[in-house]
C-alpha cells in the first residue's frame, strides 16, 4: 500500500484513533485526516501531530467534512458513544453519524471500509450500547461497499480516559481500592498497541467482507488486572471487596452529580455478566506479534511520551 495514500479517521480522536495515530505514522503513512467532534480531545490530537489534517466537526451533521473523502484510499470507521445515560448520543453518534459517512464513502466512490466494531454485538447484555453498535455494524456489512469488520473486546492503552485508564488514574488518587463482590468475572482485554497494528494489517491486506472478533489472548480475572495495575505502578492503595448492591448504589448515586460518569450501572452490570469471547489466531491472520499483558501495561501506564495524555470524557 502505497505511504502516500489518502486515510481518513471519521471518530478518530478517542481512544483507539489517538493510538492509531501513533502506529500509522510510525509505518510510515503520512496522509491522515481525522475528523472528530470533541472539543478537547480533537484539539489535542492536533497538538501532538501537527503534521497531519485534523477536523473538528460533528459526523452526525453533514457539512464540509465530507468533501474531505475525495480521493480517499481508505475509510477507518472509529466512531463510537460508548457511555451515556440516554439512548439520543447513542443513536446520534453510533448510528446517524454512520449512515453519513456511508453516504459520504459512496458519494466519492471511496474503495474501501476498516469498521471497529465490538465484541458487545455477541454479548448477552441489553444496554444502548450494545444495541446501537448492533446496529452500526449491520449498516457497514449492508453498505455495499467492500469492508473489513473487527469486533475487539474490552481494549486498554495510552490516552484511556475509561477503563482500565481512569482505574488506574482512581486507584493513585484513593486510599482504598473498591471491588464488587468477589472480582472473579473473567476478561479477555485487548492491548490497543497490538489492535491498531491489526488494523493496518486489515487496511493493507484488505479482507473481503470478511468479520473478525479481536480477543485478548490471555483470559485475567477483573480483580486481578487491579492487582497489575497496582503491581505496575507501586502504589500502597488497599484493594477492598464491597457487595454488589453497595457498589451499584456508590455508582447510582455518583450518577447524580456526573451527567457523564466513567463508569455506569449498567457498565456494571455488563461487567459481571460471563461472557466468554472467541479467540482466533489473529496474531497468524494479520502477522501481528501479541503482546504479553504485563509488558502491554508497563507500556500503558509508564510510557513516558503517552502516559500522561488523558482523553475528556
Not at 487491579?226 to 448492591?245: D, E, F
Request: charged share 20%; glycine share 4%.
Amino acid at each position: 500500500m502505497n505511504k502516500d495514500a489518502k486515510i481518513i479517521l471519521p471518530g478518530g480522536a478517542g481512544l483507539v484513533g489517538q493510538n492509531l495515530v501513533v502506529f500509522l505514522k510510525k509505518a510510515g503513512f503520512n496522509n491522515l485526516v481525522v475528523i472528530d467532534k470533541h472539543p478537547f480531545n480533537t484539539p489535542m490530537l492536533a497538538r501532538l501531530h501537527p503534521d497531519i489534517t485534523v477536523i473538528e466537526s460533528d459526523l452526525a451533521d453533514k457539512d464540509e467534512w465530507q468533501k474531505q473523502f475525495k480521493d480517499a484510499d481508505v475509510i477507518i470507521m472509529l466512531q463510537a458513544q460508548i457511555g451515556g445515560l440516554t439512548e439520543e448520543p447513542f443513536i446520534r453518534n453510533n448510528i446517524i453519524s454512520t449512515q453519513n459517512v456511508i453516504d459520504a464513502c459512496k458519494q466519492y466512490n471511496v474503495p474501501y471500509i476498516v469498521h471497529i466494531s465490538s465484541s458487545v454485538v455477541e454479548s448477552v447484555a441489553n444496554d444502548y450500547y450494545t444495541e446501537s453498535k448492533k446496529k452500526q455494524e449491520d449498516m457497514v456489512i449492508n453498505c455495499g461497499i467492500p469492508f473489513c469488520v473487527l469486533r475487539p473486546t474490552l481494549m486498554f492503552g495510552w490516552f484511556d480516559r475509561k477503563h482500565l485508564g481512569w482505574l488506574s488514574r482512581f486507584m493513585q488518587k484513593v486510599p482504598v481500592f473498591p471491588i464488587p463482590s468477589h472480582g472473579r468475572f473473567m476478561r479477555q482485554p485487548l492491548y490497543a498497541g497490538d489492535f491498531c497494528n491489526i488494523i493496518i494489517s486489515a487496511m493493507q491486506k484488505r479482507p473481503d467482507n470478511e468479520v473478525y472478533n479481536i480477543t485478548g489472548r490471555e483470559q485475567i480475572d477483573y480483580v486481578d488486572i487491579i492487582r497489575l495495575i497496582k503491581k505496575t505502578l507501586g502504589v500502597k492503595t488497599w484493594i477492598v471487596h464491597i457487595p454488589y448492591w453497595l457498589f451499584w448504589l456508590l455508582l447510582k448515586t455518583y450518577a447524580i452529580f456526573d451527567r457523564d460518569p466513567p463508569f455506569t450501572t449498567s457498565q456494571l452490570k455488563a461487567l459481571t455478566t460471563h461472557d466468554v469471547f472467541e479467540v482466533i489466531p489473529w496474531w497468524d491472520i494479520f502477522d501481528v506479534t501479541p503482546t504479553p499483558i504485563e509488558d502491554a501495561m508497563k507500556e500503558t501506564l509508564l510510557n513516558e511520551t503517552y502516559s500522561k495524555n488523558v482523553l475528556k470524557f
